[in-house]
């Protein structure tokens, strides 16, 4: 892969030049604009299309999450790191699936290791196609007097709750005595196992909030929720930037 095009945006000239200092010390990655103002951000990611974005949350114009916002509206892929003084807004920034969040002042071995996590991602989204788990249409659920052929983008999550294993859509739930691991072996790329008790369908998720210490999945007119362990969290955002592209 190519050197990684990098934007570093920061209203402070003195955060931008340690950023860029340290961006220098690491092989393949290359800062190519800097910005001082969310709309400069806006503009230099619509022109330049950077890989990374390194990103103040605090910044005049617009502040750096509502400029993150705009700008994966038109570059999906962008991987996005924030570095600010402030640590509150770290749920929020996970929730727009931003790659890492890191809090002033910035140490150049954390620096590297957000940069490449998002090297990571980035290799994922990459990935052939055919790397992927084969298309199957429909789930075949068995129980006790029948058998059901679920169409796969009908499921929300999967559940292991006792010795059952509970299919969700958004209007019904099927029981069944199959395991959980094999019933994920039956399941297209979009799901994935979040938790050891749930298999979520990345492509139906709407929401992820943070309770305790797991996070809990929401999905588009439906109560139901499924959830996300805090190991499991990381490898669900590296998905689902590769699921919704």
Same mark, same amino acid.
């Given at each position: 892969?190519? %050197? ?10 003195? +955060?931008?030049? $340690? ?10 990655? %290359? ?10 951000? /806006? ?8 890989? $990374? ?5 605090? #910044? ?9 916002? /705009? ?5 999906? +892929? *962008?991987? *996005?790191?924030?570095?600010?003084? %402030? ?9 727009? +699936?931003?790659? %890492? ?7 150049? $071995? ?28 429909? =789930? ?39 395991? =959980? ?15 050891? +008790?749930?298999?979520?369908? =990345? ?27 805090? =190991? ?7 998905? #689902? ?5």
């Amino acid at each position: 892969m190519n %050197d990684l095009k990098v934007v570093i945006a920061d209203d402070d000239a003195v +955060s931008r030049a $340690i950023l860029r200092n340290f961006v220098r010390l690491f092989p393949n990655y %290359d800062v190519v604009a800097e910005a001082a103002t969310g709309k400069e951000l /806006l503009q230099l990611t619509f022109e330049l299309r950077p890989h $990374i974005v390194l990103v103040d949350i605090y #910044m005049p114009e617009l502040d750096g999450m509502e400029a993150v916002k /705009l700008c994966r509206q038109f570059l999906p +892929s *962008v991987q *996005v790191i924030f570095t600010t003084g %402030d640590d509150q807004f770290a749920v929020k920034a996970f929730e727009i +699936s931003a790659t %890492d969040y890191i809090v002033k002042p910035v140490e150049r $071995i954390r620096l590297f290791q957000a940069l490449e996590k998002a090297r990571t991602f980035i290799e994922i989204v990459n990935q052939p196609v055919t790397s992927m788990k084969p298309l199957n249409k429909r =789930l075949e659920i068995r129980m006790k007097h029948s058998i059901v052929w679920l169409p796969m983008e009908d499921i929300l999550f999967v559940e292991k709750e006792n010795r059952k294993t509970i299919i969700h859509t958004a209007d019904e739930q099927y029981e069944t005595t199959l395991p =959980l691991n094999e019933v994920e072996k039956r399941l297209t790329h979009c799901f994935f196992k979040t938790h050891r +008790s749930y298999i979520v369908n =990345l492509k139906k998720v709407v929401k992820i909030t943070h309770v305790g210490e797991t996070y809990k999945v929401h999905f588009f007119s439906c109560e139901k929720v499924a959830y996300i362990s805090k =190991l499991k969290f990381h490898e669900v955002q590296r998905r #689902m930037v590769t699921i919704h592209l």
